[in-house]
Every structure is written in C-alpha cells, then in structure tokens.
C-alpha cells in the first residue's frame, strides 16, 4: 500500500510520477477505495474525486458514447501505466511563491496514454506533501 509522500533527497518529479503511476496501478487492479483515500485534498473547484465521480467524468464525460475514443475502444479499461509502452508525459510545475507543486499525468486506458491528463498538486505540509487530484482534461 502507497503512504504519505514522505520527502526525500529524490527530486520531485520522480516522487510525484511514482505516486501517479502506483495510484492509476492500484486502479488497473480494481482497488478504487485504496486509491481514492491517498487523496488528501479536493480539487480547487467542486466535490472531491470518488471513484464513481472519477469514472462517471471519464465514461460519461470526456469519452462518452459517440466520441472518437468510445468508437476505437467501446468498453473502458483501466490500464497499469508500469504495464504500457512510452510515458504518461509527466510534467511538474513549481507553483510560483509556495513549496507546492501542480504535475499533469495522462490517463492510461485501455493499454495506452490517452488524450485524457489527470491534474495533481502536491502541497508542502513539511516533512511530506499532501495531495490533490484537481482535474481531468483533454488537453
């Protein structure tokens, strides 16, 4: 089971792409509830994420039926980013006069890097940061 993210001498965009990665992992192998409860914080505007707003904003939203998406790949699969060929283009922004920091991520379904990036932050609370899924978009 993935803990707080602890600090450590690592830089921080390979703590934050690790975290992502073992967080959509834990989703790949069904384990929505463990997933969700490494969520600290909600996002800046609206509810915080629960794995049926998480997947309702997926399947119904951004790839519903009728998109180009749906079309290619009917059924939605969670997929293990550690199991897929590339990256899920992480990128790490510091998060201008904090220790914060925002890292996008893209979604991995159905054995690929969508269009779909999940938006994190990663707010300084001293020895470890919090976390916060703040969106998900086709960027």
Same mark, same amino acid.
């Given at each position: 089971?993935?803990?707080?993210?602890?600090?450590?001498?690592?830089?921080?965009?390979?703590?934050?792409?690790?975290?992502? /990665?073992?967080?959509?992992? $834990?989703?790949?192998?069904?384990?929505?509830?463990?997933?969700?409860?490494?969520?600290?914080?909600?996002?800046?505007?609206?509810?915080?994420?629960?794995?049926?707003?998480?997947?309702?904003?997926?399947?119904?939203?951004?790839?519903?039926e009728?998109?180009?998406?749906?079309?290619?790949?009917?059924?939605?699969?969670?997929?293990?980013?550690?199991?897929?060929?590339?990256?899920?283009?992480?990128?790490?922004?510091?998060?201008?006069?904090?220790?914060?920091? #925002?890292? /996008?991520?893209?979604?991995? $379904?159905?054995?690929?890097?969508?269009?779909?990036t999940?938006?994190?932050?990663?707010i300084? #609370?001293?020895?470890?940061?919090?976390?916060? $899924?703040?969106?998900?978009?086709? $960027?």
């Amino acid at each position: 089971m993935i803990e707080m993210i602890k600090k450590s001498g690592d830089k921080p965009e390979k703590i934050f792409e690790q975290f992502v /990665e073992n967080w959509f992992e $834990l989703i790949s192998e069904d384990r929505w509830e463990e997933a969700f409860v490494l969520i600290d914080l909600p996002p800046s505007y609206g509810e915080m994420y629960t794995p049926e707003t998480f997947r309702q904003e997926i399947e119904n939203d951004h790839f519903c039926e009728g998109t180009m998406f749906r079309k290619q790949h009917p059924e939605i699969v969670y997929s293990n980013p550690k199991s897929i060929s590339g990256s899920g283009s992480p990128s790490v922004y510091p998060l201008e006069g904090t220790h914060n920091y #925002a890292f /996008e991520y893209d979604v991995p $379904l159905n054995n690929e890097f969508s269009d779909l990036t999940s938006g994190w932050e990663f707010i300084d #609370a001293g020895s470890f940061y919090k976390v916060k $899924l703040d969106f998900l978009h086709v $960027l």
